[in-house]
């Protein structure tokens, strides 16, 4: 069975396992008598995946920028292809002049450090919260105290807790100020022959309004000891559409001696953690034991050295899209979809940048607004739509969605209007 041609060609794709697994299945059917046997490459043909992952691609019509449950950013085509150029075998860690070992990931150590003029040097860890971990144990530890304010305890998402996070390395955390406000005093009066460093944490998926108060970098670089700021986010310089959301270049010139961001949210590249400052301290993170264990591969160094030389990622090219263009755009696909017979019109909406950053923050957009009941058969379907539910009304928002998905946005959607 494996040598029928058709058979075999899918074992080129799928592995001999998987293609194997089936024909069993439908061998086993066909003795029990619910399958006549020459019908058996037929249904084994039909049953096997198309691909040899279970991942299934979505398209982000829900008008969340920056989509956690739908992996985060997606990457420019540049960087899509330099992650497959770089999954064979590369110079990644060996210098082609000399022929001995080279400096690991020194083209997209290069690029962060270009795009951050303010950093004395840059290391890259395996996400964000690895960043902190890292910087955290190799400047902390048992015995030692991490400073910081009360309305900063921020947990990401998932039940996952920064502070958690900071204690689980044996660092104790001495809190300052109250969840509303806190003082630059506060910090100041916390601080002792134990003190590590100050940390600051940007509060990125939550706002808090009325009376509040809190303390910015400039004030608190002259406390005699380290201020590491984690800016979540990862702008790498400061972004008209979001003029509250920290920066790298201008956290760093406003005296923080540690920088640390991730890579997948508002830079737009592949999960990493950004770490950028003072050359001593980043020289020390990168010399320690556990920056090994949080080494980034040669796809990630390819995805983010891309991202940084390259074009403007989706997430970037979304976060400046032009409303006028999106309403244009809705009203393309609409009609589109109304001449076919679907109940389809184009709306002005409001998009968000996501949990990864600026909270708060309205994008204006504009969607194709469908009935309610599309919303699950989309989402059903593969390429499956993820859009959200508004009012009784599915809207596929398309600040997220790139302007090159739009012909095939709608195809889904007339395949569902088709089975209705
Ligand atoms: C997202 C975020 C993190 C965690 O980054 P990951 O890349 O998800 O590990 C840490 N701190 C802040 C402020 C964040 O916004």
Same mark, same amino acid.
């Given at each position: 069975?494996?040598?029928?041609?058709?058979?075999?060609?899918?074992?080129?794709?799928?592995?001999?396992?998987?293609?194997?697994?089936?024909?069993?299945?439908?061998?086993?059917?066909?003795?029990?008598?619910?399958?006549?046997?020459?019908?058996?490459?037929?249904?084994?043909?039909?049953?096997?995946?198309?691909?040899?992952?279970? /991942?299934?691609?979505?398209?982000?019509?829900?008008?969340?920028?920056?989509?956690?449950?739908?992996?985060?950013?997606?990457?420019?085509?540049?960087?899509?292809?330099?992650?497959?150029?770089?999954?064979? !075998?590369?110079?990644?860690?060996?210098?082609?002049?000399?022929?001995?070992?080279?400096?690991?990931?020194?083209?997209?150590?290069?690029? /962060?450090?270009?795009?951050?003029?303010?950093?004395?040097?840059?290391?890259?860890?395996?996400?964000?919260?690895?960043?902190?971990?890292?910087?955290?144990?190799?400047?902390?530890?048992?015995?030692?105290?991490?400073?910081?304010?009360?309305?900063?305890?921020?947990?990401?998402?998932?039940?996952?807790?920064?502070?958690?996070?900071?204690?689980?390395?044996?660092?104790?955390?001495?809190?300052?100020?109250? %969840?509303?406000?806190? %003082?630059?005093?506060?910090?100041?009066?916390?601080?002792?022959?134990? !003190?590590?460093?100050?940390?600051?944490?940007?509060?990125?998926?939550?706002?808090?309004?009325?009376?509040?108060?809190?303390?910015?970098?400039?004030?608190?670089?002259?406390?005699?000891?380290?201020?590491?700021? *984690?800016?979540?986010?990862? /702008?790498?310089?400061?972004?008209?559409?979001?003029?509250?959301?920290? +920066?790298?270049?201008?956290?760093?010139?406003?005296?923080?001696?540690?920088?640390?961001?991730?890579?997948?949210?508002?830079?737009?590249?592949?999960?990493?953690?950004?770490?950028?400052?003072?050359?001593?301290?980043?020289?020390?993170?990168?010399?320690?034991? $556990?920056?090994?264990?949080?080494?980034?591969?040669? /796809?990630?160094?390819?995805?983010?050295?891309?991202?940084?030389?390259?074009?403007?990622?989706?997430?970037?090219?979304?976060?400046?899209?032009?409303?006028?263009?999106?309403?244009?755009?809705?009203?393309?696909?609409?009609?589109?979809?109304?001449?076919?017979?679907? *109940?389809?019109?184009?709306?002005?909406?409001?998009?968000?940048?996501?949990?990864?950053?600026?909270?708060?923050?309205?994008?204006?957009?504009?969607?194709?607004?469908?009935?309610?009941?599309?919303?699950?058969?989309?989402?059903?379907?593969?390429?499956?739509?993820?859009?959200?539910?508004?009012?009784?009304?599915?809207?596929?928002? $398309?600040?997220? $969605?790139?302007?090159? +998905?739009?012909?095939?946005?709608?195809?889904?959607?007339?395949?569902?209007?088709?089975?209705?």
């Amino acid at each position: 069975m494996l040598r029928a041609p058709r058979l075999a060609a899918a074992v080129t794709e799928l592995g001999r396992e998987l293609v194997k697994a089936e024909i069993r299945r439908a061998q086993q059917q066909a003795r029990t008598g619910d399958l006549d046997p020459v019908s058996i490459v037929d249904v084994v043909t039909a049953a096997l995946p198309t691909a040899a992952v279970t /991942l299934t691609r979505v398209l982000n019509a829900s008008g969340v920028l920056l989509h956690t449950n739908l992996g985060r950013a997606p990457l420019s085509g540049a960087a899509v292809r330099a992650l497959a150029e770089a999954a064979g !075998t590369n110079d990644v860690e060996l210098d082609l002049a000399t022929g001995r070992r080279g400096r690991r990931g020194r083209g997209a150590l290069d690029a /962060l450090r270009a795009a951050v003029p303010t950093a004395g040097d840059v290391h890259v860890v395996n996400n964000g919260a690895a960043a902190l971990a890292l910087a955290v144990t190799a400047l902390g530890g048992p015995g030692r105290t991490v400073v910081i304010a009360r309305g900063e305890m921020v947990e990401i998402g998932d039940g996952f807790r920064l502070p958690e996070l900071l204690e689980s390395t044996g660092t104790r955390l001495r809190e300052v100020g109250t %969840t509303n406000r806190v %003082t630059a005093e506060d910090y100041a009066r916390a601080i002792d022959e134990s !003190t590590a460093f100050v940390l600051k944490v940007h509060p990125s998926n939550f706002v808090v309004s009325g009376f509040t108060s809190s303390v910015p970098p400039a004030d608190l670089r002259d406390l005699g000891v380290p201020l590491v700021v *984690d800016i979540g986010s990862g /702008l790498l310089t400061p972004h008209p559409a979001l003029p509250d959301e920290p +920066d790298m270049t201008t956290t760093l010139a406003a005296g923080a001696d540690l920088v640390t961001s991730s890579g997948d949210k508002l830079l737009g590249g592949p999960q990493a953690g950004v770490l950028a400052g003072d050359a001593e301290l980043v020289h020390r993170l990168r010399r320690h034991p $556990l920056a090994r264990a949080l080494r980034v591969d040669k /796809l990630t160094l390819a995805a983010l050295e891309a991202t940084l030389r390259g074009p403007r990622p989706p997430v970037v090219v979304g976060l400046e899209a032009d409303p006028v263009a999106l309403l244009a755009r809705a009203e393309r696909i609409a009609g589109r979809l109304h001449e076919a017979g679907v *109940d389809a019109r184009a709306v002005r909406s409001v998009a968000a940048v996501g949990g990864g950053g600026a909270p708060g923050v309205e994008l204006p957009s504009a969607a194709v607004s469908l009935p309610e009941s599309f919303a699950d058969a989309l989402r059903a379907g593969r390429p499956a739509v993820l859009g959200r539910v508004t009012e009784g009304r599915c809207l596929l928002d $398309l600040r997220a $969605l790139p302007p090159g +998905d739009d012909d095939e946005l709608a195809a889904l959607v007339l395949r569902v209007g088709a089975l209705a």
